[in-house]
């Protein structure tokens, strides 16, 4: 199984980037690009999933699967259970559940909810999935949703997944997914086919050299107020904040040196989780100011303010939620910890390495080597 290879795939891999919105089955064949690294990969490991099957327990194998990315991992435990013969009706149940809160849907979700269909084991499930999805909206809320350009994350959610799951399981959203069907059209399975054909990809509307050139409050400030204009389809948030990663990491003494009051002016989640992804991966964690650094994690760990719209595809223009900021702080506390630095003698460390992170109500918890 080809997971060290996979690991060792860059995370701004064009291919890699693709996978994000590309929502085929992972198996399904590319028309291009098929010869570069991540497609070979992924295609080899799906015939060593295809022949592992056949040797040893489908519980045994998802174990290996957690050793690929995060980004990766979920693709390849939903495709092997969608494929692999006798997998019990709880471990199915149990992973459309986790994808339902996490993601959206892929060709292999939907295959994994056809199997449980198929075998009339949907029913004990129906209740946890309504959960999952919550309650869903008024007419009039999302009449006000849509008008004011603030569509919720948990609306495009049961959007997504209402042509996936059984029916019985988005009957409370119908009227609210028919006001959404009348703005946005509706969801069918045309999103699972792969994307072929060349396209032209995204671009930050500033510069590294144009962020660089400004002052750090300034340049955290226009990166704050900046939004898409109508006409720019392949501008993005999320690129710009890229951008903002790779000036962080290229003069981490000036982005660190007053750390709280750039995360208040950066403000937005998907903002913060670059600008915390670009400190844990500068050259210069031992010159931080660790208290100041600290207070931004235990910032970021509280939610302080909600999430806004910035572009028209939440998710992969921008983060919908806290959880990339989070996962940024976490990486960050790892990563002094690797480098032995000097935090890791210090009390004031042992306070940034217990900030509450919120996965899965767990309380994660990095010690230093």
Known sequence: MPKAELRR?????LD??????DRASLATPRQYR???????????????????????AVAEIMSELDELPEDLRPRARAWLLSQ????????????VLGALATRTPTADDQRLVKRLVDQGAHERFVEAWKDVLGPAPDVGRVARGLAEGAVEPAWTRAREWSGVLPVETVAPWTTA??????AFG???DIRFERLNGEAAWGRSPMTLEEVRALPVLDAAQAIAHWRPGDAEWLVSARELGRVLEDAVKADPASWGATPVQVAVALKHPTYLAHYLRGLAQSNALDELDLEAVTEVLELVAAHPWEVVPLGRDDGFEYDRDWSEAERAGVALIKATAEADCRWARKPSWQRMSRVP???GGGLLIVRPR
Do not use: S
């Open 16 to 21: 890699r980037r693709v996978l994000e919105y």
């Open 34 to 56: 098929h010869g570069e690294p991540l497609p070979v990969l992924l295609a080899a490991l799906t015939r060593t999933l295809t022949q592992a099957w056949h040797h040893a």
């Open 177 to 182: 997914l028919a006001v959404l069907t009348a």
């Open 84 to 95: 692999a013969p006798q997998v019990e009706a709880e471990t199915l149940g149990a992973e």
């Open 9 to 13: 795939v860059p995370d701004d891999d």
């Open 357 to 359: 992170w919120n996965f």
């Open 186 to 188: 509706p969801v069918t």
